[in-house]
C-alpha cells in the first residue's frame, strides 16, 4: 500500500506538470508566457545597468504593463517611471536600450554583437540639470569601454562635454565631417 501510495504522489506531479505545460503550449497561451519571459529578462538586465547608471539609486522593475523604479535613496520606494525627471527617464531608457541590444546580440545565430548605440533623444529641449546627467552617463558609459554610444547633440552644452565630436560642416555645395576632440 505504501508503494502504491509512492507511486500515485509521483504520477499526480507528472500529470500537474503536464497539465501546466500543455496550458503553456496552447497556441495564445505560449505566446504570452514567452514574451513575458522575454520581458523579465529584458528588465532584469535593463535594472542591472540602470543600478550602475544611477549610482545604485534605481532598480527597474515591471509588474502588468507598467514599469517601476525601485528608489534605493527613499527606503526602497517603489515608484512610477512617470515620476522620474528627464536625466532619470533618459537613464532608464538608455538602460532599456542598452540591454535590449544585448539581448538581440544574445539571440543571433552567429557571433554578431552589437557593440555600438547612436542617440538622438532631442536633447536640445533639456534643462541644464538633465543635459548634465545625459553627459555623465555618457562618460560614464564611455568609461566602461564595452560599447560605443553615439550621440546627437544640438546642444551646444552637451556637444562640449562629449570627448571625441564628429562635426558636419556645411557650405553652399557640399558637406564634410570633420573630427573635434581626443
Known amino acids: 500500500a505504501e508503494q502504491l501510495r509512492g507511486q500515485r504522489a509521483g504520477h499526480e506531479r507528472e500529470a ?5 505545460l500543455g496550458g503553456h503550449l496552447r497556441a495564445n ?8 519571459e522575454a520581458l523579465d529578462l529584458l528588465v532584469d538586465g535593463a535594472s542591472a545597468i540602470l543600478r550602475e ?7 527597474l522593475v515591471h509588474d502588468k504593463g507598467e514599469f517601476y523604479v525601485i528608489d534605493h535613496h527613499d527606503a ?3 515608484r512610477g517611471v512617470r515620476t522620474l525627471s528627464g536625466g532619470e527617464t533618459f537613464q532608464a531608457s538608455l538602460a532599456l536600450a542598452l540591454a535590449l541590444s544585448e539581448q538581440l546580440a544574445g539571440l543571433s545565430t552567429t557571433s554578431a554583437s552589437l557593440e555600438s548605440i547612436v542617440l538622438d533623444e532631442g536633447f536640445g ?7 548634465d546627467t545625459v ?5 560614464h ?6 560599447r560605443l554610444v553615439g550621440l546627437v547633440p544640438r546642444a551646444p552644452a552637451l556637444a562640449e562635454r562629449v570627448p571625441v565630436r564628429f562635426e558636419v560642416r556645411k557650405d ?3 558637406a564634410r565631417i570633420e573630427r573635434v576632440g581626443r
Open 16 to 20: 500537474r506538470v503536464a497539465k501546466a
Open 29 to 36: 497561451n505560449f505566446e504570452r508566457w514567452l514574451l513575458a
Open 53 to 59: 547608471l544611477s549610482d545604485g539609486q534605481y532598480d
Open 76 to 78: 526602497g520606494l517603489r
Open 125 to 131: 529641449t533639456l534643462d541644464a540639470a538633465t543635459l
Open 135 to 139: 553627459a555623465g552617463t555618457g562618460e
Open 141 to 146: 558609459l564611455a568609461a566602461r569601454g564595452d
Open 172 to 174: 553652399a555645395r557640399s
